[in-house]
Every structure is written in structure tokens, then in C-alpha cells.
């Protein structure tokens, strides 16, 4: 069996069964671990979510910022941003089906075929140990495949607060649990969120820095999968293995394989422009 994790689509369908061809994943044995947004900016979102969702147990997605956003507004609760491609799954037959199936699906995914290894979208914030993390996630699925979910996504949008505190009101808590699990790229040394900034590392004003780079942040305890940060692109140190490398953007779309602890890279040109 290969466990393959893969980083985010951003419907970029054709690009993905390339690169599956390319490894020659079998889904009767093999396993696929996906980093979130399988969905808008590329060209096919709704194709990503139904051949996804069709490969039951043979694939493990945790939800990015992207599928968020795509639940808030299937809720009617989000706004349509100016490069949304989501019309074709918010307009689908199945949608109703879809958008429950991803709300089943976590913000933090571990394996016990895989022990050393935990899937997010984006980062976890210094503060936190990984009991902390679990812990968080588990709050906000809870909600997320609760009748109360529409309360959730009213109180979705937002950058604050910045810091951690286990004394947060309950919809402070929420968005820092979501912004930080789906939108994390850069803290302060402190460990505030700098969700503003969104570049490249060597792009990052003075005190500001990767998340996982910040001075005293608590150990994890395993290396975590990530996607979300295209213009960190793939990155294997410091404690992660980063897989977005920009295939929204006509870039690749990047698979490494976990299973033999190799972390040998595939990856296909999208060609999307």
C-alpha cells in the first residue's frame, strides 16, 4: 500500500488524474491524503469534490479556507468574491449531498498507519501542543456537522482575535480555532496571527515570520502535511512538508509519498493560466 498526500486542487481536475496516473495509485490499495481546497480559483471545483468524495475510504481530505467559503455560501452565508468558480457546484443536482459530506470532513487528520505524520490545511499556532490541536479541531467539526451549523458560519468571517486564549467567548474561539487551522502563514514572535500578510517568507516585514519558524513554539510531535501557502511552495523542514506549490496558477500540482517515509516528489504542470 502507497499513501500519497497531495496538495491543494483548486479545481484543477485534469491535473490531479495526470498526477494519479502518474503514480499509478490504485484505489483498491492505495491511500490519498488530501491538504483542503479542493475547490475555486481552477476550472473543474465540482469534479474535485465528486471524484473525491467517490473514493470512500481510499482518500482523507481536511477542510482548507476555500471549502469554507464554499459551505458559508451554500448557506447563504458568504459573499461572492470576484474570482469565485463555485457556481457550477452551488448550482449542481447533487449539492445538497456534496455540501454535507463536507461538512463531515475534519480540520485535522491523523492515521494510525502513519503515526509520525498529522494532515492540516494551513498551520497551527505556537501556542498550542498537539493534545490542544485535537482538541480545537474537534470543537469546530462538532459545529460544522451540528444542525447549528449556519450560527457557525454567521461568525466565520474575520481576522480577530489574533492570539490565543482558552478564555475566548465562543465565537471568538471558533474563528482563531478556523483561522488558524485553514488561513495560517505568518506570526508575530509573539505568536499573533499576522493573517494580513500573505507573500513569500523572504517577503515578511521585519518581526514577522512563518509560523513554524516562531522562537519557543511548542513541538508537535509529528510532521505536518500542509498546503494553503503557494508562494512557500513545496517546503520539507523545519517540522512540515508543505505540498501547494500553485496549481490554481498554472503551476504544479504536487503529490509526496508518506508511506516509506521517502517524501519522493511527483508532480504535473496544470497548465491553468
Known sequence: MAIYAIGDLHGCYDSLRRLLDEVAFEPT??????????????PDSLACVRFVRSLGS????????????????????GRSKSNDTLDAVLDAPDVDE??????????????????????IHAGLPPQWTMATARACAREVEAWLRSDEREHYFQHLYGNEPSYWSPRLSTWERLRFITNAFTRLRFCDADGRLALTQKGAPSQAPTGIMPWFRVPGRASFGKRLIIGHW???????????????????????????RLDDGSHARTAITCGVT
Request: proline fraction near 2%; hydrophobic fraction near 45%.
Open 29 to 42: 490499495v492505495d491511500r490519498l491524503w488530501f491538504t483542503g481546497d479542493l475547490v475555486n480559483r481552477g
Open 98 to 119: 456534496l455540501m454535507v459530506w463536507l461538512c463531515e470532513q475534519p480540520l485535522l487528520h491523523e492515521d494510525a498507519d502513519l503515526p509520525g505524520y498529522a494532515l
Open 230 to 256: 503557494s508562494l512557500l511552495g513545496w517546503h520539507e523542514g523545519d517540522g512540515i512538508l508543505a505540498l501547494d506549490t500553485g496549481c490554481q496558477w498554472g503551476y504544479d500540482l504536487t503529490a509526496a
Open 58 to 77: 481510499a482518500a482523507r481530505m481536511v477542510l482548507g479556507n476555500h471549502d469554507l467559503h464554499l459551505l458559508a455560501r451554500y448557506h447563504g452565508i
